[in-house]
């Protein structure tokens, strides 16, 4: 709602930046304090989360280029220098270069994988509320009672009740990083932590997307970030399941 929050001097503090860089303050902290828990590498966790972060600003800045990829032939500063980014780009960068990143230090990329799903989910949270303040990723118009009316200089259309679509998803990022932490306390098989997020974030955004009414791209009948979804679930869906899937039955019915 408000992105300029206070200044001190010519330095403004603003909502959007202010929620990122708590997120991933956040993420570092629950994630070193279970990797102490847990007896695995505070270095890693700190590392993995400094080369996330700057991949994944990267890939989600990138991702974005692509989205608006008519607009940055014509103006191409216009995209580069703007505040669009597109979550799905940092997330899958963010995860490859982690995955570089355990192969190089020699590390079990999904031990990691499994310790620093439900911080990757918490950061996620606090950036949604940093796109509240900033008033983008907005939904649609609405005549509900808890419609959102955003000031000028918002990125949101002015003046008119939206769903608060940020709201929505960052309540919804915080819920899969509990249900992370308390199916994480109980999953025997190494992967299945961090298989399920990308099972409940793809599903959950897919379904907002049907709520939102920012120009985000489209391919066909669903948003650019839905069709990622998409193969995100499916994908998850094959690893968490792929034992039942692709393990053949052993007989141990002996000879006669």
Known sequence: ?????????????????????????????????????????????????IFGVLFGFLGAKALYVIVEFPDFLKDPMSVLGSEGFVVYGGIITGVLAAMIYCRI?????????????????LAQGFGRIGCFLAGCCYGRETTAFWGITFPEGSLAPAGV????????????????????????????KTGNVGFLYMLLYGVGRFLLEFLRSDDRGAVGIFSTSQ?????IVLLA?????????????TDNTPEA
């Open 237 to 249: 869906l094959i690893l968490f399941f792929k034992d039942k899937l692709f393990c053949k039955k």
């Open 227 to 231: 069709f990622i979804s998409i193969g």
């Open 161 to 188: 009740k939206l769903i608060p679509t940020q709201l929505l998803s960052s309540a919804g990022d915080f819920l899969i990083m509990f249900l992370l932490l308390a199916y994480s306390k109980h999953s025997k």
């Open 1 to 49: 709602m408000k992105n300029d929050l206070f200044s001190i001097g010519s330095f403004t503090i603003h909502g959007y930046g202010l929620m990122i860089a708590l997120g991933i303050l956040a993420c570092i902290a629950l994630g070193m304090y279970r990797s102490r828990k847990r007896n695995m590498s505070d270095e890693a966790v700190l590392d993995i989360a």
């Open 105 to 121: 230090k020699h590390l079990k990329f999904l031990e990691y994988f499994d310790l620093l799903a439900p911080s990757v989910a």
